[in-house]
DNA sequence: TATTCGATGTGCT
DNA sequence: GCACATCGAATAC
């Protein structure tokens, strides 16, 4: 479990956009117990309080979204259409209210008590190519909220133990009805385990 | 294979 | 009340 080091504070002090890219290819690393769940981030989307109206954070600071104005590597967790979770870190300096949705991820360690969590699926792609999913699979839920992603705790983010080379393709965010046309979502190119989409074919750069 | 639609609870107006 | 950063089953083709 020590192979495993939470990514430094400054890593998510930064732009969003570039923490979005940068995430890709990051381990979740989820702890509970002496049980150890891994992932590697293939998908995700950034959320820009000041300019983005689909941000939760675009309006003003509320009960549910008030982490995201906390400092960045927080751990924002909201619970979506009654049924889901959805996870996200937060971004960028205390009161800027930005955070990176992790949308998808390629299980690695612990995918027996992935699918446990998952209950039935067909096959293996399903166990996380999602938001909802993966907290599913990774048993993430608003008991997390708030928890502190650059520290060695119940869940956060880690250097991969090795890294692979991949292309990032860049396309407008799904799911949203508001500000639709920013180009604010990243995923490994070819990767299986990334949402199902129609906007992965029509990328925007390369 | 593509599209539609119901389930579901919480936060905000 | 209603909209919602979703999923998965059902329907249409």
């Given at each position: 479990?020590?192979?495993?080091?939470?990514?430094?504070?400054?890593?998510?002090?930064?732009?969003?956009?570039?923490?979005?890219?940068?995430?890709?290819?990051?381990v979740i690393v989820r702890t509970a117990g002496s049980k150890i769940i891994t992932a590697r981030i293939t998908e995700t989307e950034a959320y820009i309080g000041e300019?983005?109206?689909?941000?939760?954070?675009?309006?003003?600071?509320?009960?549910?979204?008030?982490?995201?104005?906390d400092k960045g590597g927080l751990v924002y967790v909201y619970f979506i259409y009654g049924n889901y979770n959805c996870f996200n870190i937060v971004t960028g300096k205390k009161g800027e209210g930005n955070a990176?949705?992790?949308?998808?991820?390629?299980?690695?360690?612990?995918?027996?008590?992935?699918?446990?969590?998952?209950?039935?699926?067909k096959n293996i792609h399903e166990l996380t190519n999602g938001p909802a999913k993966l907290c599913m699979a990774l048993n993430i839920d608003?008991?997390?909220?708030?928890?502190?992603?650059?520290?060695?705790?119940?869940?956060?983010?880690?250097?991969?133990?090795?890294?692979?080379?991949?292309?990032?393709?860049?396309?407008?965010?799904i799911g949203i009805t508001e500000g639709r046309d920013f180009p604010y979502r990243f995923f490994i190119k070819d990767n299986?385990?990334?949402?199902?989409?129609?906007?992965?074919?029509?990328?925007?750069?390369?």
């Open positions: 479990m020590n192979k495993y080091k939470p990514l430094p504070r400054k890593f998510y002090l930064r732009d969003t956009v570039t923490v979005s890219k940068e995430l890709l290819g990051k300019h983005d109206p689909a941000s939760h954070s675009y309006k003003k600071i509320t009960e549910r979204n008030k982490v995201m104005y990176v949705l992790i949308r998808a991820a390629e299980p690695q360690e612990g995918t027996e008590a992935m699918k446990k969590f998952r209950g039935k699926i608003r008991k997390l909220y708030g928890e502190d992603a650059s520290k060695n705790g119940s869940v956060f983010i880690s250097e991969p133990l090795k890294n692979e080379k991949f292309e990032i393709v860049t396309t407008k965010r299986p385990f990334v949402t199902k989409h129609k906007f992965n074919r029509e990328k925007i750069y390369n």
